[in-house]
């Protein structure tokens, strides 16, 4: 059986593979202008920035500990929950003890990971997703296939259809700017009637406890507007160590992400509304939560928790714009993806093994990133990984015999001299079956087995 | 639990640790993009970058008046400290300004106008915080969200806008109108928040 990433990428809808190449290569455009055109060179402010994440990373405790405090000190409640389980309740709680029964959420990749949505839903909690893209995914029961873009891998007519089946609108309309103006119309009236808003954070400073938020849409700010409540969830790598980094860490974010300078929205805030304001919440609870990064951190692949999650790996990479994100089967798609997924949902190791392996290492994903995180060593460490733990590498050609062979000199002259054979063979048929697969794909070019080493003794005489 | 949980977990890492990263020294200057500061006049810097994200800078309540006129944005909320200035003058053209914003009419309001803390010239972006803004809503829920500031409050670059962020509880950034490329990554303005946004002088 081939790699499931494999498989899925084949069995991939044409339709479905062009909205996710379109849409990732554009971004990889957009990017590209933004950073060039303002910096020249932006490698040294990727390299500061990921050294910056680095030190903090280094010095978590402290960095974390800090930001308790100073959010605290504003009149902040902060929590804390080591697994998924723990936040998903420590979320449903603070929302009965304020009696909620409806609310609007922004775009948070941390509740994704914990599969917020559905688990409120269940506990009598009406939900609504905020994100246009995100709205749509709710309404599809599908899952975001990028983490900028979720729905990358749709196309208007779809959402016209879903639109038009969830009775968003009495008729089938396509048009971008009609489907956007019909969910402003839905979803402002959730945000006026809910009782609470829940988002992510891009970012916390430690210095201050400001956590900073970033949309495009405003989804989060109105969301936050009309009610008396507001809970972030925070995973712990989002710590800074001063808002003075925030110049560095906001330039990078919105060039990589979108070839903005800055999104539309960035909201800093570390306390309930002050007493002058009208609008805004009087309760504000920050949950921050573990769900293995700090098994990320222990490992040998800790610099993948500099990310903040721009999405510039997964636009630039072919595996990506070819398998699209649902072939990584979990929250986090592409190179990002294919190495925190593994680490980060640690018992599921064996069975995300294959991620790291899809991959060329051609270290596009390297070259763009904001914190300089080094993603092709990063996926060979994990390969190296699943060697010692014996994960079976399904599908794959053993590579034992290659080892063999090459590491014995006289071994190596017979096999080359004999491959000649292979030409006049018909190793198709060879009754093995991942050969099979593997020369399913693939024409061998006639062997020349042993000519170069033989031109080369004629020519040292 | 989950606290002492986590924090043993991370010490666990960081003390085994052989070296640790230094925090890299640095000039914020560094991140200040020349192509966008390259006008040296704060103001019309400012509404250059500004226009380049579909802001609209406007230097008086005449500009106002004839944009807001000639939209049909005939409707609106406007700030009680900033009704003498803007309001009234709004409501002698003939405009209906009102100076309380009322939740159950959040959708019949086309324009709101509210104090902006400031803006940035470098990135295009009006500041507004809870201490000077009378009401978030009415800056988010009509279509049309006038900030009002004085030219000696542009700020030139996104450092200098940081160091200032003072003891508010709220400060946010409006880079232009509300916007999304959700769809087939086409740009369509106006998704939860304002259609036009406009920074004017006071």
Known sequence: ?461 | MSRSQIFSKIRETTSSLQSKGAYPEYDTSIMHSAAKLAEPDLWQCFSDNFKAVSGRPMESVAQLIEFLDGNNQRYGYCDPALYEAVGSKLAAAGLTVETEYHRDRYDDYRFGITRATGAIAESGSLIIDDFLTSSRLAALSPWVHVGVLKREEVLRTIPDAIAAFGEAPNIIWCTGPSKTADVEGILIEGVHGPGEQIAMLL
């Open chain 1, 1 to 461: 059986m081939p790699q499931q990433i494999d498989t899925y990428a084949r069995n991939i809808s044409d339709e479905k593979q062009h909205s996710v190449i379109d849409g990732s290569s554009a971004g990889t455009d957009k990017r590209y202008k933004a950073l060039h055109h303002d910096y020249g060179d932006p490698n040294p402010l990727r390299k500061l920035a990921g050294a910056i994440k680095d030190h903090t990373l280094h010095h978590l405790d402290e960095y974390l500990e800090k930001s308790e405090k100073a959010l605290t000190d504003r009149g902040v409640h902060v929590h804390y929950a080591s697994t998924d389980e723990d936040a998903r309740q420590a979320i449903l709680s603070i929302l009965r003890e304020h009696g909620v029964t409806q609310l609007t959420k922004s775009k948070s990749m941390a509740a994704e990971e914990i599969h917020l949505n559905p688990f409120l839903i269940e506990n009598g909690i009406d939900c609504l997703e905020s994100d246009l893209g995100e709205f749509i995914i709710q309404l599809d029961g599908d899952e975001p296939s990028h983490i900028v873009k979720p729905i990358i891998h749709k196309n208007r007519r779809g959402i016209a259809e879903t639109f038009l089946r969830e009775g968003i609108a009495a008729d089938y309309n396509d048009d971008p700017e009609t489907i956007t103006r019909r969910a402003r119309v839905h979803l402002r009236g959730k945000y006026m009637t809910a009782e609470a808003g829940i988002t992510g954070a891009n970012f916390v400073c430690s210095d201050t406890g400001r956590l900073v938020l970033v949309t495009n849409e405003g989804n989060s700010r109105f969301g936050m507007a009309p009610n008396k409540l507001h809970i972030a969830l925070v995973g712990i790598e989002k710590i800074i160590p001063k808002e003075r980094d925030l110049s560095v860490f906001l330039n990078l974010l919105g060039r990589s992400a979108t070839g903005q300078q800055l999104t539309v929205y960035t909201e800093f805030i570390n306390g309930p509304k002050s007493a002058n304001q009208a609008d805004g919440p009087e309760h504000m609870h920050v949950v921050f939560i573990d769900n293995g990064r700090t098994d990320v951190l222990a490992s040998n692949c800790r610099e993948i928790l500099r990310c903040i999650r721009c999405s510039a790996c997964q636009n630039v990479c072919p595996v990506y714009r070819q398998a699209s994100g649902h072939a990584y089967r979990s929250t986090y798609g592409g190179p990002i993806g294919a190495v925190l997924s593994p680490i980060l949902f640690g018992s599921r190791f064996p069975e995300l093994a294959d991620l790291p392996k899809a991959s060329s290492l051609c270290g596009a994903c390297n070259e763009v990133c904001p914190v300089d995180i080094p993603i092709s060593d990063l996926l060979l460490r994990l390969r190296d990984k699943a060697k010692r733990e014996e994960i079976p590498s399904e599908g794959a050609i053993p590579m034992s015999p290659f080892a063999t062979l090459a590491t014995s000199p006289s071994l190596w002259r017979t096999a080359m001299t004999m491959s000649k054979a292979m030409n006049h063979l018909p190793i198709q048929v060879a009754p093995i079956k991942p050969l099979q697969d593997w020369l399913g794909q693939r024409t061998l070019p006639e062997s020349h087995g042993g000519d170069f080493r033989k031109w080369l003794k004629e020519r040292r005489r």
